[in-house]
């Protein structure tokens, strides 16, 4: 177990931030406790007959919002501190991004590789089963979602077993990040990586931070190391690349890899499919251990991997002037302090790793309406344009090619119109943040927890507290 009590870590941040806001202190204590802790455990049957006992665990941090939403992590670090902790993250982190939903996590201590698949599934459907009958779980109670572990097929899983119980006509709701074809939405699995791109590109347009930090705004040429790919750090650094910075540095489990004049992301996943690992890669030279990447010569260091990464230990070695938490929680708060002395600017997890749950918000919307994005209006905003465009070849005697009526007269889809609203998210919120970090003088991480305070804050206060 680790030595942080990542709890407390969260905690200590929001205190800080606390401060620079006008609430009341037993409120303040109010915001930052965990409304409701389950614990459960419970036995299932392997394959070969023998029976394991489970451990497992959903916090509903804060019900100023309904329904509570987070994701589901399956891993043997999972333990009550850490998924309070991610709760109480979820709170805050939709809060900055105007998500309108309190913030919940939950956790199974398993390692996965040591079960089947059916194995898994029984697991998974044996904690829907208790989530249910504790009534954590529903399209307006606890809405899971994939985490560190889990991923669409889990989710699947979650749903079916919630359906064969449940005559409730939003069930599909009950869940996102699920298969397409179980009422999942386009563009899910990307979204939080593409929300860490977004947001670094973002903070990357911001003149005077660039400057003082001795580079230049964009992210063209702009060198970045990554910090396990897994599905987030996969299409965050995927998204990097497209958007014209370089891949230097990768590492994973097995350990960690550099190379100065880039790494194909392609190849290298390939590569790790191969060799069930990223070490030995051709054309880059492996470091002595996984950590060691995170001290390597960079402009921005993403860690998309677990908490705890960056620490007092390694931090005064990080050279990285940009840090994208694209993981939750993966600097201490001791660790920060450091890094913010060296000038660093950290774009903080509370914002930056927002967007899979902006994503998650949308299929939910998706789920309780019953219909897709862009059916309603997909085909007529096409006849519109293609009006106009028949009125400027009228007009000006230039014929469009079909190719050039394709582009100029697509009207928006899921894909489309999932990709804009997450985009737009993640602006708006980067120049809040960035509004409220100036106005307090603060750093975007204190910035985006007084945010997340001041909104959470005055629901409570609307909402009074009962007797
Ligand atoms: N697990 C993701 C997170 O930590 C997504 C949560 C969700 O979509 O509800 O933000």
Same mark, same amino acid.
């Given at each position: 177990?680790? &030595?942080?009590?990542?709890?407390?870590?969260?905690?200590?941040?929001?205190?800080?931030?606390?401060?620079?806001?006008? @609430?009341?202190?037993?409120?303040?204590?109010?915001?930052?406790?965990?409304?409701?802790v389950?614990?459960?455990?419970?036995?299932?049957?392997? %394959?070969?007959?023998?029976?394991?006992?489970?451990? #497992?665990?959903?916090?509903?941090?804060?019900?100023?919002?309904?329904?509570?939403?987070?994701?589901?992590?399956?891993?043997?670090?999972? *333990?009550?501190?850490?998924?309070?902790?991610?709760?109480a993250?979820?709170?805050?982190?939709?809060?900055?991004?105007?998500?309108? @939903?309190?913030?919940?996590?939950g956790?199974?201590?398993?390692?996965?590789?040591?079960?089947?698949?059916?194995?898994?599934?029984?697991?998974?459907?044996?904690?829907?089963?208790?989530?249910?009958?504790?009534?954590?779980?529903?399209?307006?109670?606890?809405?899971?979602?994939?985490?560190? =572990?889990?991923?669409?097929?889990e989710?699947?899983?979650?749903?079916? +077993?919630?359906?064969?119980?449940?005559?409730?006509?939003?069930?599909?709701?009950?869940?996102? =990040?699920?298969?397409?074809?179980?009422?999942?939405?386009?563009?899910?699995?990307? #979204? +939080?990586?593409?929300?860490?791109?977004?947001?670094?590109?973002?903070?990357?347009?911001?003149?005077?931070?660039?400057?003082?930090?001795?580079? *230049?705004?964009?992210?063209?040429?702009?060198? @970045?190391?990554?910090?396990?790919?897994g599905?987030?750090?996969?299409?965050?650094?995927?998204?990097?690349?497209?958007?014209?910075?370089?891949?230097?540095?990768?590492?994973?489990? %097995?350990?960690?890899?550099?190379?100065?004049?880039?790494?194909?992301?392609?190849?290298?996943?390939?590569?790790?499919?191969?060799? *069930?690992?990223?070490?030995?890669?051709?054309?880059?030279?492996?470091?002595?251990?996984?950590?060691?990447?995170?001290?390597?010569?960079?402009?921005?260091?993403?860690?998309?991997?677990? !908490?705890?990464?960056?620490? !007092?230990?390694?931090?005064?070695?990080?050279?990285?002037?940009?840090?994208?938490? #694209?993981?939750n929680?993966?600097?201490?708060?001791?660790?920060h302090?450091?890094?913010? !002395?060296?000038?660093?600017?950290?774009?903080?997890?509370?914002?930056?790793?927002?967007?899979?749950?902006?994503v998650?918000?949308?299929?939910?919307?998706? *789920?309780?309406?019953?219909?897709?994005?862009?059916?309603? =209006?997909?085909r007529?905003?096409?006849?519109?344009?293609?009006?106009i465009?028949?009125?400027?070849? +009228?007009?000006?005697?230039?014929? @469009?090619?079909?190719?050039?009526?394709?582009?100029?007269?697509?009207?928006?889809?899921?894909?489309?119109?999932?990709?804009?609203?997450?985009?737009? +998210?993640?602006?708006?919120?980067?120049? !809040?943040?960035?509004?409220?970090?100036?106005?307090?003088?603060? &750093?975007?991480?204190?910035?985006?927890?007084?945010?997340?305070?001041?909104?959470?804050?005055?629901?409570?206060?609307?909402?009074?507290?009962?007797?």
């Open positions: 177990m680790s &030595d942080y009590k990542f709890f407390e870590q969260v905690n200590k941040a929001f205190d800080k931030a606390g401060e620079h806001t006008k @609430f009341d202190k037993g409120l303040l204590s109010q915001m930052k406790i965990c409304n409701d389950l614990h459960v455990t419970f036995p299932i049957e392997k %394959d070969d007959g023998t029976i394991d006992v489970i451990e #497992a665990w959903r916090v509903e941090h804060s019900h100023h919002k309904l329904p509570t939403k987070g994701g589901i992590r399956y891993s043997m670090t999972v *333990n009550e501190d850490e998924t309070m902790a991610l709760a993250l979820m709170t805050y982190k939709c809060a900055v991004v105007d998500v309108p @939903f309190g913030g919940a996590k956790g199974i201590k398993i390692d996965k590789s040591k079960y089947s698949e059916s194995e898994l599934e029984r697991i998974t459907r044996r904690y829907t089963f208790e989530l249910m009958k504790k009534d954590f779980i529903g399209p307006g109670i606890d809405v899971p979602a994939p985490d560190y =572990g889990t991923s669409a097929k989710m699947g899983w979650i749903l079916d +077993t919630f359906r064969q119980m449940s005559t409730d006509i939003n069930a599909e709701g009950c869940v996102t =990040g699920k298969p397409i074809s179980m009422g999942g939405i386009r563009g899910r699995t990307e #979204a +939080t990586g593409r929300g860490v791109y977004f947001g670094i590109y973002e903070a990357c347009q911001n003149r005077e931070d660039m400057k003082s930090l001795g580079l *230049n705004p964009g992210l063209e040429g702009k060198t @970045f190391v990554v910090q396990g790919l599905n987030v750090g996969y299409h965050a650094a995927n998204n990097m690349i497209q958007g014209g910075a370089k891949m230097v540095g990768v590492a994973e489990m %097995d350990g960690s890899i550099y190379s100065e004049k880039g790494i194909d992301l392609d190849k290298l996943m390939q590569y790790k499919k191969e060799n *069930n690992g990223i070490t030995g890669f051709e054309g880059s030279k492996d470091l002595e251990n996984s950590s060691a990447v995170l001290e390597a010569e960079c402009d921005i260091l993403i860690p998309a991997a677990l !908490e705890n990464q960056i620490t !007092e230990k390694n931090a005064p070695n990080v050279k990285a002037k940009i840090i994208g938490e #694209a993981a929680g993966p600097t201490t708060s001791e660790a302090r450091i890094l913010k !002395e060296k000038g660093a600017l950290i774009i903080p997890d509370n914002y930056l790793n927002a967007g899979g749950v902006t998650s918000y949308f299929e939910w919307l998706k *789920n309780i309406q019953h219909v897709r994005f862009g059916r309603m =209006g997909k007529f905003e096409e006849n519109s344009y293609k009006k465009l028949s009125v400027i070849e +009228t007009i000006s005697d230039r014929k @469009f090619t079909e190719k050039e009526l394709g582009v100029l007269a697509k009207g928006g889809g899921e894909a489309e119109l999932v990709d804009s609203g997450l985009e737009e +998210t993640m602006i708006i919120a980067y120049n !809040e943040i960035n509004e409220v970090r100036k106005t307090h003088n603060v &750093d975007l991480r204190t910035a985006a927890f007084i945010s997340a305070i001041n909104k959470v804050g005055s629901i409570y206060n609307q909402m009074g507290i009962f007797p």
